[in-house]
T-cell receptor, first 113, second 114 residues
Framework: GDSVTQMEGPVTLSEEAFLTINCTYT??????LFWYVQYPGEGLQLLLK?????DKGSNKGFEATYRKETTSFHLEKGSVQVSDSAVYFC????????????FGPGTRLSVLP | DTGVSQDPRHKITKRGQNVTFRCDPI?????LYWYRQTLGQGPEFLTY????????KSRLLSDRFSAERPKGSFSTLEIQRTEQGDSAMYLC????????????FGPGTRLLVL
């Protein structure tokens, strides 16, 4: 079945550092890819998405490019802020599975001032 | 747009008791999903509805679990004879359906089974 793998956390960075959180996937169909973020005490929020190969999703300074050849969707941000501290989940949605999401285990990011 | 709401936000129960959770999706959304999230893990799919029809159920959804969406609006998830292993966050999400697959999540119901 479909699966999503993320780099293990926690990731601890200083403010203004560059962020990369790796995400790779396995899917039988042509999935859409998503990054969700969960801030402390809050629900999951969509951060960005890409629906086909070579698409780039972006939001709030975060970017991720759908790479079909490497089955990856790595999340990047050029300069993180303390307010970016959260848990980040990579997910896919596959038509073959009724579009229910398959989530990765999440990567906790802590940004220190 | 009031977002997805869930009730209650927290539930503590004793093993063997039944519990029921409610989810109210975004009003124009046809699809409604239930997920379970345990500490340190990503959400795991349980079941989903297209309007009032329950179209798919995960193997995680044992016979003790039942979900309904009787009028295609709100949904309930019931767990009968709760076990300590049922302790988790239960998340509800909704989406417009085939044309727009982005799912919008509610705040979740945290269940603790003693």
């Amino acid at each position: 079945g479909d699966s999503v793998t993320q780099m293990e956390g926690p990731v601890t960075l200083s403010e203004e550092a560059f962020l990369t959180i790796n995400c790779t996937y396995t899917a039988t169909g042509y999935p859409s890819l998503f990054w969700y973020v969960q801030y402390p005490g809050e629900g999951l929020q969509l951060l960005l998405k890409a629906t086909k190969a070579d698409d780039k999703g972006s939001n709030k300074g975060f970017e991720a490019t759908y790479r079909k050849e490497t089955t990856s969707f790595h999340l990047e941000k050029g300069s993180v802020q303390v307010s970016d501290s959260a848990v980040y989940f990579c997910a896919l949605s596959d038509d073959n599975y009724g579009q229910n999401f398959v989530f990765g285990p999440g990567t906790r990011l802590s940004v220190l001032p | 747009d009031t977002g997805v709401s869930q009730d209650p936000r927290h539930k503590i129960t004793k093993r063997g008791q039944n519990v029921t959770f409610r989810c109210d999706p975004i009003s124009e959304h046809n699809r409604l999903y239930w997920y379970r999230q345990t500490l340190g893990q990503g959400p795991e799919f349980l079941t989903y509805f297209q309007n009032e029809a329950q179209l798919e159920k995960s193997r995680l959804l044992s016979d003790r679990f039942s979900a309904e969406r009787p009028k295609g609006s709100f949904s309930t998830l019931e767990i009968q004879r709760t076990e300590q292993g049922d302790s988790a966050m239960y998340l509800c999400a909704s989406s417009q359906g085939w044309a727009e697959e982005t799912q919008y999540f509610g705040p979740g119901t945290r269940l603790l089974v003693l």
